[in-house]
């Protein structure tokens, strides 16, 4: 193997080691529901592996090839044997990728019967064929001489640079307009292609005809494969076959799934319904509601993060809100949105303001931004990243946005550390079910006002109560029941939690890493579709 080949091999293999690990994580992620740790342990089996790999090459380097080795690079790349030094990078690169391409559904198989801990052995074997390419290429492609050293460098650096390049273009470009499964295919691809370039001693036609027939029979299996991949990361034990989601949008923010009830899935956790109803109530909606019960009018409103677009489209209509901006990092949620008519007005006319970003950074981007109201349907508090969103140094940050008065209204998810940490951070406030309404002037809920402002509320037109029905008579009082805990309590209540920071992360650590989401609340054809994941402890859904 000429050292320009073994260039060539370096980058390439480090473009598509790098791609799919990212694919991995996003499969781990979302069969995780976004668990804190899935990157990390992901990661120590896929460096598990490399290390590995890269121990049987230097094993089998040391006592097969010996010093005929390096005759062999000199001589055109022959191997000790005097066949061509290429056909076993050859072998390992078309294994390794074959490995690869197959781990993805694998693990959505596994995941059905077990825990994904049992599928991180086959991570570490993928990645560790992987890892073999790299040190047996430099066994073929350099010379032993004065100049070992420095192409040893060149040959690390193309790895590198090789790395770099299919992080940057696997996850902000073929991300972004490939599903999963179509990337797999395209890495593997050119994993063959690879293969076959340096499988020497065979005609290029036969080589070629190889390469087509591998292709060929990937994107056959492919569909296959992959086709009911992230309905089986989901439901897990309880998947049902022939099950498919009514919609799924991958992008490079992430997956976004949609259940034929209705049902949103947000990086595999249950992310809301399509429903403005408070009566139906299906997602809990009544709590967007409750804003109005804090002040007469809110007229500047900001909301972090969209989803199904049902709390947006609640708070552009209510009463005294005269302009609402919503930041989301996902932008495939507004491409969800457009499709649903319930919810999809919010993205016509110009009072509600969208724009594509994270939450936190978009706050610091905008100092001078002053909202009467900040409101934030938080997703679950375990969650990675979501101390960004829960910190007491977001906290300050939220403070810094609200204007005199302004009231703070975001979802704790029940996670004690986030309540605690809430109610340390202003002065005044309480809890409503699973939210805290915080800020540093009193905040109160007063039923009466309320009770107007629920009267007079309209959603396209509609209003929202129909008061000549008794059962919406009914809601509308059960509604006006909730009695808030005042954050004096929730203090008391929470003295053993911890207050989460930057530095701690604390509610993302507190499950233990092998730990699913609780797959028995998420049913693949739910008999029931009204409050699904309202049970087993974990606090009321998330949208």
């Given at each position: 193997?000429?050292?320009?080949?073994a260039i060539?091999?370096?980058?390439?293999?480090?473009?598509?080691?790098?791609?799919?690990e990212?694919?991995?994580?996003?499969i781990?992620s979302?069969?995780?529901g976004?668990?804190?740790?899935?990157?990390g342990?992901?990661?120590?089996?896929y460096?598990?592996?490399?290390?590995?790999?890269s121990?049987?090459?230097?094993?089998?380097?040391?006592?097969?090839?010996?010093?005929?080795?390096?005759?062999g690079?000199?001589e055109?790349?022959?191997g000790p044997d005097?066949r061509?030094?290429?056909?076993?990078?050859?072998?390992l690169?078309?294994?390794s990728?074959v490995a690869?391409?197959l781990l993805v559904?694998?693990?959505?198989?596994?995941?059905?019967?077990?825990?994904?801990?049992?599928?991180?052995?086959?991570?570490a074997?993928?990645?560790?064929?992987?890892?073999?390419?790299?040190?047996?290429?430099?066994?073929?492609?350099?010379?032993?001489?004065?100049r070992?050293?420095?192409?040893?460098?060149?040959?690390y650096?193309?790895?590198?640079?090789?790395s770099?390049?299919?992080?940057?273009?696997?996850?902000?470009?073929?991300?972004?307009?490939?599903p999963?499964?179509?990337?797999?295919?395209?890495?593997l691809?050119?994993?063959?292609?690879?293969?076959?370039?340096?499988?020497t001693?065979?005609?290029p036609?036969?080589?070629?005809a190889?390469?087509?027939?591998?292709?060929?029979?990937?994107?056959?299996?492919?569909?296959?494969?992959?086709?009911?991949?992230?309905?089986?990361?989901?439901f897990k034990?309880?998947?049902?076959?022939?099950t498919?989601?009514a919609?799924?949008?991958?992008n490079r923010?992430g997956?976004?799934a949609?259940?034929?009830?209705?049902?949103?899935?947000?990086g595999?956790?249950?992310d809301?319904?399509?429903?403005?109803?408070?009566?139906?109530n299906?997602?809990?909606?009544?709590?967007?509601?409750?804003?109005a019960?804090?002040?007469?009018r809110?007229?500047e409103?900001?909301m972090?993060?969209?989803a199904?677009?049902?709390?947006?489209?609640?708070?552009?209509?209510?009463?005294?809100?005269d302009?609402?901006?919503?930041?989301?990092?996902?932008?495939?949620?507004?491409?969800?949105?457009?499709e649903?008519?319930?919810?999809?007005?919010?993205?016509?006319?110009?009072?509600?303001?969208?724009?594509?970003?994270?939450?936190r950074?978009?706050?610091?981007?905008?100092?001078?931004?002053r909202f009467?109201?900040?409101v934030?349907?938080?997703?679950?508090y375990?969650?990675?990243?979501?101390?960004?969103?829960l910190?007491?140094?977001?906290?300050?940050?939220?403070?810094?946005?609200?204007?005199p008065?302004?009231?703070?209204?975001y979802?704790?998810?029940?996670g004690?550390?986030?309540?605690?940490?809430?109610?340390?951070?202003?002065?005044?406030?309480?809890?409503?079910a699973?939210?805290?309404?915080?800020?540093d002037?009193?905040?109160?809920?007063?039923?009466?006002?309320?009770?107007?402002?629920l009267?007079?509320?309209?959603?396209?037109?509609?209003?929202?109560?129909?008061?000549?029905?008794?059962f919406?008579?009914?809601?509308?009082?059960?509604?006006?029941?909730?009695?808030?805990?005042?954050?004096?309590a929730?203090?008391?209540r929470?003295?053993?939690?911890?207050?989460?920071?930057d530095?701690?992360?604390?509610g993302?650590?507190s499950r233990?890493?092998w730990?699913m989401?609780?797959?028995d609340?998420?049913?693949?054809?739910?008999?029931?579709?009204?409050?699904?994941?309202?049970?087993a402890?974990?606090?009321?859904?998330?949208?």
């Amino acid at each position: 193997m000429s050292f320009a080949v073994a260039i060539l091999v370096a980058a390439a293999c480090g473009f598509t080691a790098l791609s799919y690990e990212i694919l991995w994580f996003r499969i781990y992620s979302f069969a995780t529901g976004g668990s804190a740790s899935s990157f990390g342990v992901l990661l120590g089996a896929y460096l598990a592996g490399i290390a590995f790999g890269s121990l049987v090459v230097w094993r089998w380097s040391t006592d097969h090839a010996g010093a005929h080795a390096g005759a062999g690079a000199r001589e055109g790349g022959r191997g000790p044997d005097g066949r061509p030094g290429s056909r076993a990078p050859a072998a390992l690169i078309v294994a390794s990728n074959v490995a690869g391409f197959l781990l993805v559904p694998y693990v959505a198989w596994e995941v059905g019967l077990a825990t994904f801990a049992f599928s991180l052995p086959a991570v570490a074997i993928a990645s560790g064929l992987m890892g073999a390419v790299l040190p047996l290429v430099a066994h073929f492609g350099i010379a032993p001489d004065d100049r070992a050293g420095r192409r040893l460098s060149y040959l690390y650096l193309a790895n590198i640079v090789g790395s770099a390049t299919g992080s940057l273009l696997t996850g902000f470009v073929l991300m972004e307009h490939l599903p999963t499964g179509r990337i797999s295919l395209v890495l593997l691809a050119l994993g063959l292609a690879l293969g076959a370039l340096l499988w020497t001693g065979v005609r290029p036609a036969a080589r070629v005809a190889a390469l087509v027939a591998g292709i060929g029979l990937a994107a056959v299996a492919e569909p296959w494969l992959h086709g009911d991949l992230y309905e089986r990361l989901l439901f897990k034990e309880r998947m049902v076959e022939g099950t498919r989601f009514a919609r799924l949008i991958e992008n490079r923010s992430g997956v976004i799934a949609v259940r034929d009830d209705g049902a949103i899935f947000g990086g595999g956790m249950y992310d809301g319904f399509f429903n403005t109803d408070p009566a139906d109530n299906r997602n809990n909606v009544v709590r967007a509601y409750a804003l109005a019960a804090f002040r007469e009018r809110t007229p500047e409103v900001l909301m972090i993060g969209l989803a199904s677009g049902s709390w947006a489209q609640v708070l552009a209509s209510a009463p005294g809100v005269d302009r609402l901006t919503v930041v989301e990092i996902n932008p495939g949620y507004v491409e969800l949105i457009a499709e649903h008519a319930e919810v999809a007005s919010i993205l016509a006319g110009g009072k509600v303001e969208i724009a594509a970003d994270d939450g936190r950074r978009w706050l610091l981007a905008n100092p001078d931004r002053r909202f009467d109201a900040i409101v934030q349907n938080t997703t679950w508090y375990w969650r990675g990243h979501v101390t960004n969103l829960l910190s007491a140094e977001y906290m300050r940050i939220v403070k810094d946005h609200l204007k005199p008065g302004g009231v703070f209204y975001y979802n704790t998810n029940f996670g004690e550390d986030a309540l605690k940490t809430g109610c340390s951070s202003f002065a005044h406030g309480f809890r409503l079910a699973n939210f805290l309404a915080l800020g540093d002037d009193p905040v109160t809920l007063d039923a009466d006002r309320w009770r107007r402002a629920l009267e007079s509320w309209r959603i396209d037109g509609r209003p929202v109560f129909d008061l000549a029905l008794p059962f919406h008579r009914e809601r509308l009082a059960a509604i006006l029941s909730a009695q808030p805990e005042p954050c004096a309590a929730v203090l008391e209540r929470t003295r053993e939690a911890t207050v989460i920071t930057d530095d701690n992360m604390a509610g993302e650590w507190s499950r233990p890493w092998w730990v699913m989401p609780a797959s028995d609340r998420i049913q693949a054809r739910p008999e029931v579709p009204r409050e699904p994941q309202a049970r087993a402890g974990e606090g009321e859904p998330t949208e």
